[in-house]
């Protein structure tokens, strides 16, 4: 540090990396200003300290959530997933959740419920809304947080039973025709992607990231 005059600031910057299993420790810190003739070993002059408390957080988990599909202006089952955190009790996490399309289904519209460890949200759309839809949920333990994201499609789905695009068993509401529109799920709860062999009328076509069509 160079030579300071009388009346003249200086602020210190300090950094260091906390040695592992160090939980409840707390580590202090000292720094001191001395005159030009004071001894190196002398901190008797203008000296400050710092204490710094250690606590170790782990980051709170989620389950994964696998995505979902409902029909327009209907809600879904409840959605279950469990949460847990190493030094924070399940009930006092806080459970959070926000639509990535407030048009198709508001924030208002997640509902989340369950208790301690199990929890569960509820999610209904908008009316006359269709749609593909990303629902993020975040578990907070006051410090570190994480999120599960999973997708919702909302409207009238392809479920892919078989890969005929002209049959209705194919469809959570109705064959898609120039007043029903549709959408492709990334994952089909049949399995099979739509194959369209035959001339097709749709309303309109959303197409999820990762689905397909073959024509």
Known sequence: IPFIGNGETVSLEMRGTVDTGQNNNSITTYASLRSYNQADSDFSNNAGSITVNVADNEAPTI???????TDINTATAAIPFTISDLETAPAS???T??????TIIPNANLSIGGADGNRDITITPANNQTGPVTITITVDDGTCTTTE???VSVGNVWLGNTNDWNTASNWSTAI???TIGAIIPTSPTGGNYP???ADASVNNLGINTGAQITL
């Open 93 to 95: 996490l806080a459970v």
């Open 97 to 102: 959740a926000l639509s990535s399309n407030t």
């Open 195 to 197: 194959v369209i062999n």
């Open 176 to 178: 898609p025709s120039t």
């Open 149 to 151: 994201s999973f997708e």
């Open 63 to 69: 389950s994964a959530i696998g995505d979902v599909i």
